[in-house]
């Protein structure tokens, strides 16, 4: 079964926007990870929050994890046309990874 | 610096063919390794995750097996596909006993059965 659950399933933003995907999973983690995945391509890592972390930077990316919500969020501030991509929270348990279902980012020139 | 080779790139095989999917791994030793599958428009389910040579553990039962021969070479194989083993198949790899941290994906493979 699938642990995370990311929010909205679908976001559409004109460029210079502010986008922010939300994940939400069930039970105990080690760390919270996002991944970018370009339309046909593998899976690119953006950013791992360990689970004593509240907030993490990442150039124009921003996470925050809130374990007592079971939940994590991914901003990307000043959205570019080249951000157009599928966003997926996974969350790491023993030995692996559960990915959710995915964020698709639509930005518009 | 690590590279992840996938092949091949796409691949369409009638129903019941026997099916070969090989990943290696560059530029690191004793990875672990994964093997996953995406439905279009959905997200990754794991498949099978190798922590060394010969050891392989299977996430979902299915008609679908995996071998790792060499450490950095993974191979997904069948005996006779089905219409539902259609997807998008991707390969990974992280630090050994770093099961839990980044992960590296190849590009993929894209299989149609007809």
């Known amino acids: 079964s699938q642990q995370g659950e990311e929010d909205p399933q679908a976001l559409s933003i004109q460029e210079g926007e502010n986008a922010t995907m939300n994940c939400s999973y069930k039970?105990?983690?080690?760390?919270l990870q996002w991944y970018r995945q370009n339309s046909g391509r593998g899976l690119v890592h953006l950013i791992l929050?360990?689970?004593?972390?509240r907030e993490k930077h990442s150039g124009r990316l921003r996470v925050t994890l809130d374990t007592s919500k079971k939940s994590s969020s991914l901003l990307i501030t000043a959205s570019r046309a080249a951000d157009t991509a599928s966003y997926f929270c996974?969350?790491?348990?023993?030995?692996?990874?559960?990915f959710g279902t995915g964020t698709r980012l639509l930005v518009s020139p | 610096s690590q590279t992840i080779h996938q092949w091949p790139a796409t691949l369409v095989q009638p129903v019941g063919s026997p099916l070969s999917l090989e990943c290696t791994v560059e530029?690191?030793?004793?990875?672990?390794l994964y093997w996953y599958r995406q439905a279009a428009g959905r997200g990754l389910q794991l498949l099978f995750y190798s922590v060394g040579i010969g050891q392989i553990s299977s996430e979902v039962p299915q008609n679908l097996s995996a071998s790792r021969p060499q450490d950095r070479q993974f191979i997904l194989s069948s005996k006779k596909l089905l219409l539902s083993d259609s997807g998008f198949y991707l390969c990974?790899?992280?630090?050994?006993?770093?099961?839990?941290?980044?992960?590296?994906f190849g590009p993929g493979t894209r299989l149609t059965v007809l």
């Open positions: 530029g690191t030793s004793n990875p672990n």
């Open positions: 996974a969350t790491a348990g023993f030995q692996k990874l559960v």
């Open positions: 929050i360990r689970s004593n972390e």
């Open positions: 990974a790899w992280s630090v050994q006993g770093g099961g839990t941290d980044t992960q590296y």
């Open positions: 039970t105990s983690i080690n760390n």
